[in-house]
């Protein structure tokens, strides 16, 4: 957008933009088409060749030669946002940080930019949360509003790039950050600001359906940013970085297609710090990457409650392979901000080990979101141990019953999963009025598991040449 007038007046009265997704944004529930004319794994040929990482310029732009200064006191916004501009008006390439520990705010990126931090390079984010100002259209867990800017940001782009063998580092900790979650685990204490009166101030107004402009939260409400968001962005990189100390979500790709996550390494134990959550995003593949996290390892959703019925893009098309999951809630986690839906998730060749890991595969919902989750599969993934269980789909989720949304979940599969220890196996937890539907555990083994399985409100539930404690299960 050429100005923030231009801007707010495309938003409009609180309608969806015009999305990435073309005609998929735009189409109602009753008319998605939940049997495609291929099913299964056979689907991820053609998802994995429509995903193809964009390509840069072999033209650098070293952000020394546009005024940066590896001086832990001195602002380098400027001189990024300066050498982004250059790169851009030469046709694109890639903005460079060099060895050093470089202090910014946030970055914002344009299309054709590929932000790459060399080897023995950290580019650090300060905590000064005024310039995390002005407001930028966002997602805070699930629901639209103009709030403070993600650590790295693009609205609207296409073809970009975060890249490179150093860090990028949040600075989030205890002091500063992590306290407005209102946790003492995380630093807070009483008396201490928090966001949680900000929270139900936006989701009450999404829920009666105030247009997204209206629904501006500065730095007195206390939402913590997320690290990196691609908004509404058209072939997207983010590779080989490693990632410390996030405020909140570390990669939160919204409203994109043909994202490609590879290599990235997180560590950071912060709250809400999950690793890499793709919502409402179409074509999407993570690969190769280390995730030891605070939340979820990946997180996979499509909006929250009113908002995302409002924008109605499900997630889909979403690979994940031959990553590492350590510390975490989940796995691979598909909730629970997945009002718009989720469909053809596969994750495979995966390894998970961790005493603080909860779940390999975890899908949360209940009857606020009331998504429609179907086709989701995990085959050929190597688990330690867990803290909670293999499987788990859970409608009690949060809220629970508490709705008027029935959530749906069919069609989940494991195959030639393993695992050496777990309290359970298999967890499903549906409704009476909407039981979890045709689930599938085929030649998997689940050593050492403590309480057996949870079949609760379960239809369909097969078990296929699959041993739990040595023990066929039919």
Known sequence: ???????????????????????????????????????????????????????????????????????????????????????????????????????????????????????????????????????????????????????????????????????????????????????????WKQGMPNYTAARQRLLAMAEQGAPVPQRVFGADAYFRPQFIQPYRCKNVLIENVTIVNSPMWEIHPVLCTNVTVRGVKISTHGPNNDGCDPESCHDVLIEHCTFDTGDDCIAIKSGRNADGRRMNVPSENIIVRNCEMRDGHGGVTVGSEISGGCWNVFAYDCRMDSPRLDRALRLKNNAMRGGLLHDIYMRDV??????????????????????????????????????????????????????????????????????GNVLENATDVRFVRTKINGVEVS
Request: charge should be neutral; charged fraction near 20%.
């Open 1 to 187: 957008m050429s100005n923030r007038r231009e801007f707010l007046r495309t938003l409009g009265a609180g309608a969806a933009l015009a999305s990435p997704l073309g005609p998929l944004a735009c189409r109602p529930a009753a008319q998605v088409n939940t049997a495609p004319q291929s099913a299964g794994w056979d689907l991820v040929p053609g998802i994995l060749s429509r995903i193809v990482a964009p390509k840069f310029r072999d033209r650098d732009f070293d952000i020394t030669r546009y005024g940066a200064r590896a001086d832990a006191s001195f602002d380098n916004t400027d001189a990024i946002h300066r050498a982004i501009q250059a790169c851009s008006a030469a046709g694109g390439g890639r903005v460079v940080v060099p060895a050093g520990r470089f202090v910014t705010g946030p970055v914002h990126l344009v299309s054709n930019v590929n932000l790459h931090i060399a080897r023995d390079a950290t580019l650090a984010f300060t905590r000064d949360v005024a310039k995390y100002l002005p407001a930028v259209l966002t997602r805070f867990e699930g629901t639209e509003l103009m709030g403070l800017s993600p650590l790295i940001y693009a609205f609207g782009q296409e073809n970009v790039g975060v890249s490179g063998e150093g860090t990028l580092d949040g600075q989030a900790d205890e002091q500063y950050w992590w306290p407005w979650k209102g946790i003492a685990d995380f630093g």
């Open 382 to 451: 190597t688990v330690g141990q867990v803290s909670d269980s293999i499987l788990s789909i859970d409608f009690t989720y949060e809220e629970g019953a508490k709705g008027s949304f029935t959530p749906v979940a069919r069609d989940v599969e494991l195959l030639r999963v393993t695992s050496q220890k777990s309290p359970y196996g298999v967890y499903l937890k549906g409704f009476a009025n909407a039981p979890i539907e045709h689930v599938r555990v085929v030649d998997c083994r689940f050593d050492n598991v403590a309480k």
